[in-house]
């Protein structure tokens, strides 16, 4: 598969929608953030994440899907460039594309970026004991509410945190449909509901994540 762009291109599509599907899972349990409890449902949910045996497993397959879809976006981009060592004199891609479909690598760059210290914030802490002294809550599971809240107060971590979701907007709303069109779904009733869906999708999901360390930063 990897010898092939088209072969490349089906393991960025299939490793994009894993990583979609991770992303919705994240966010509907970090949306427990605004239950307004201090913090008790959204630990609950962590604590259920790393103890749970199962999603301790798909764990596992997320790190390889993130590696993966790096490693072969990487891959694809040098071959891009050589395969076209001089440049086109004219450049008609501008008018022939949008700028989120021609810096794709560039947006998954600054989005791993983004997640490299969002682990190193939080999961490094949570499941690896990087330092942060963690106490219970109310019952009895490892308060990470408070390290979030902590994080979220600092106006760099705002600064962060909007800036990764406006890049996940870009990077999802040429990728989500690009999937798609990769995997050769092409129907006249179903690609523009596809695009709309995207669309929405892109929109809707970093806007919610965006709100959480807004919603911290301003009203906690
Ligand atoms: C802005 C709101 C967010 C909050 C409050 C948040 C919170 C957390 C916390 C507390 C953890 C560690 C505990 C756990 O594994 O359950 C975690 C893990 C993680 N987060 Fe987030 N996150 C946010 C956004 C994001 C975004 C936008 C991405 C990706 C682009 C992301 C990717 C990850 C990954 C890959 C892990 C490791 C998951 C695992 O080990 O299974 N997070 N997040």
Redesign the pocket.
Known sequence: MLSSTLGKKLIMSLTGLFLIS??TI??I??LS?FSNDGGLA?NT??AF??TNPL?GA??YL??AG?VLHVLVAVILYFSNSSARPIKYKVQKAKANSSWSSRSMTLLGML?LA??LL??KD??WQ??HDGGYQFVDDANGNKD?YM??VQQ?KTPLALIT?LG??LA?YFHLSHGFQSAFQTLGLDHKKYTPAIKAIGIAYSIIV?LC??S??LFIYFFN
């Open positions: 991770f992303l994240h966010l349990g970090n953030i959204f949910y962590a994440m790393s999603i798909v764990s997320l790190y993130i989005i983004f997640i969002h682990l939080f999961w949570y499941k990470i390290l979030v979220f945190y990764g979701s996940l970093p994540f965006a959480m360390p």
